[in-house]
Protein backbone atom coordinates (compact mmCIF):
# COMPACT_ATOMS: atom_id res chain seq x y z
CA UNK A 1 0.00 0.00 0.00
CA UNK A 2 1.61 3.30 -0.93
CA UNK A 3 2.13 6.21 1.00
CA UNK A 4 -1.51 7.82 0.07
CA UNK A 5 -3.08 4.75 0.43
CA UNK A 6 -2.20 4.89 3.96
CA UNK A 7 -3.55 8.45 4.77
CA UNK A 8 -6.28 7.85 3.12
CA UNK A 9 -7.22 4.27 5.30
CA UNK A 10 -6.03 6.42 8.38
CA UNK A 11 -8.43 9.06 7.12
CA UNK A 12 -11.41 7.01 6.51
CA UNK A 13 -11.15 5.11 10.07
CA UNK A 14 -11.22 8.52 11.91
CA UNK A 15 -14.26 9.94 9.70
CA UNK A 16 -16.26 6.56 9.27
CA UNK A 17 -18.51 4.74 11.23
CA UNK A 18 -18.88 1.08 12.34
CA UNK A 19 -19.71 -0.71 9.29
CA UNK A 20 -15.96 0.91 8.38
CA UNK A 21 -14.18 -0.55 11.64
CA UNK A 22 -15.62 -3.91 10.78
CA UNK A 23 -14.41 -4.36 7.75
CA UNK A 24 -10.71 -2.58 8.66
CA UNK A 25 -10.52 -3.37 12.40
CA UNK A 26 -8.99 -7.22 13.64
CA UNK A 27 -11.10 -8.54 16.13
CA UNK A 28 -8.17 -8.89 18.52
CA UNK A 29 -6.85 -5.27 17.64
CA UNK A 30 -5.57 -3.55 20.61
CA UNK A 31 -6.42 0.19 21.45
CA UNK A 32 -5.44 2.54 24.04
CA UNK A 33 -7.49 5.74 24.18
CA UNK A 34 -7.43 8.34 26.42
CA UNK A 35 -10.72 7.59 27.93
CA UNK A 36 -11.99 4.89 29.89
CA UNK A 37 -12.03 1.98 29.53
CA UNK A 38 -8.30 3.18 28.21
CA UNK A 39 -7.86 -0.12 26.73
CA UNK A 40 -9.55 -2.02 24.25
CA UNK A 41 -10.04 -4.63 21.79
CA UNK A 42 -11.29 -4.79 18.57
CA UNK A 43 -14.88 -5.96 19.34
CA UNK A 44 -15.09 -3.18 22.32
CA UNK A 45 -13.78 -0.36 19.58
CA UNK A 46 -16.16 -1.39 17.19
CA UNK A 47 -19.20 -1.32 19.82
CA UNK A 48 -17.54 2.25 21.04
CA UNK A 49 -17.84 3.59 17.34
CA UNK A 50 -21.51 2.67 17.06
CA UNK A 51 -22.18 4.87 19.82
CA UNK A 52 -20.40 7.91 19.42
CA UNK A 53 -20.81 10.33 16.97
CA UNK A 54 -18.32 10.57 14.38
CA UNK A 55 -15.74 13.22 13.16
CA UNK A 56 -16.51 15.54 10.24
CA UNK A 57 -12.73 16.30 9.61
CA UNK A 58 -9.25 14.82 10.44
CA UNK A 59 -5.71 16.23 9.66
CA UNK A 60 -2.81 14.10 10.05
CA UNK A 61 0.07 16.08 11.02
CA UNK A 62 3.14 15.06 10.61
CA UNK A 63 2.47 11.36 9.58
CA UNK A 64 5.18 9.06 9.53
CA UNK A 65 4.78 5.55 7.49
CA UNK A 66 7.06 3.20 8.84
CA UNK A 67 7.68 -0.50 6.81
CA UNK A 68 9.80 -2.44 9.11
CA UNK A 69 8.90 -5.75 7.16
CA UNK A 70 6.87 -7.13 4.08
CA UNK A 71 2.92 -7.04 5.17
CA UNK A 72 3.35 -4.71 7.92
CA UNK A 73 2.88 -0.88 8.18
CA UNK A 74 3.29 1.17 11.42
CA UNK A 75 2.02 5.15 11.20
CA UNK A 76 2.64 7.67 14.03
CA UNK A 77 1.27 10.97 13.56
CA UNK A 78 -0.38 14.38 15.11
CA UNK A 79 -4.69 14.11 14.83
CA UNK A 80 -6.58 17.35 14.34
CA UNK A 81 -10.08 16.26 14.41
CA UNK A 82 -13.04 18.46 14.93
CA UNK A 83 -16.93 17.60 15.10
CA UNK A 84 -19.51 20.51 15.19
CA UNK A 85 -17.91 23.31 17.13
CA UNK A 86 -15.93 20.11 19.09
CA UNK A 87 -12.20 19.96 18.21
CA UNK A 88 -9.74 17.27 19.49
CA UNK A 89 -5.94 16.85 19.18
CA UNK A 90 -4.21 13.47 20.10
CA UNK A 91 -1.11 12.03 18.74
CA UNK A 92 -1.83 8.36 17.44
CA UNK A 93 -0.07 5.29 16.54
CA UNK A 94 -1.60 2.49 14.06
CA UNK A 95 -0.18 -0.93 12.95
CA UNK A 96 -1.49 -2.48 10.12
CA UNK A 97 -1.31 -6.11 9.06
CA UNK A 98 -1.31 -7.10 5.24
CA UNK A 99 -4.00 -10.55 5.44
CA UNK A 100 -3.82 -10.88 1.62
CA UNK A 101 -3.44 -9.56 -1.57
CA UNK A 102 -4.66 -5.48 -0.87
CA UNK A 103 -6.18 -6.85 2.08
CA UNK A 104 -5.08 -4.67 5.37
CA UNK A 105 -6.26 -4.59 9.23
CA UNK A 106 -5.12 -2.32 11.98
CA UNK A 107 -3.89 -4.28 14.94
CA UNK A 108 -2.92 -2.18 17.19
CA UNK A 109 -3.62 1.91 17.50
CA UNK A 110 -3.31 4.46 20.46
CA UNK A 111 -3.94 7.93 20.80
CA UNK A 112 -2.45 9.96 23.65
CA UNK A 113 -3.44 13.66 24.47
CA UNK A 114 -0.85 16.60 24.70
CA UNK A 115 -0.48 17.03 28.27
CA UNK A 116 -2.04 20.99 28.99
CA UNK A 117 0.08 23.35 31.20
CA UNK A 118 -0.61 23.69 34.79
Request: hydrophobic content about 45%; cysteine-free; charged content about 25%.
Given at each position: MDDDR????????????????????ARDC???VPQPPFVMGGEDAIAAVADSPRWSEVELRGLRISRPRDGLIVLA???????GDQAYRAYCTSTYLRLGPDEWRVV???????PTAA
Open positions: VRAFEERLWLGGEEVYRQFVVMVYEAAARRQHQQTVP
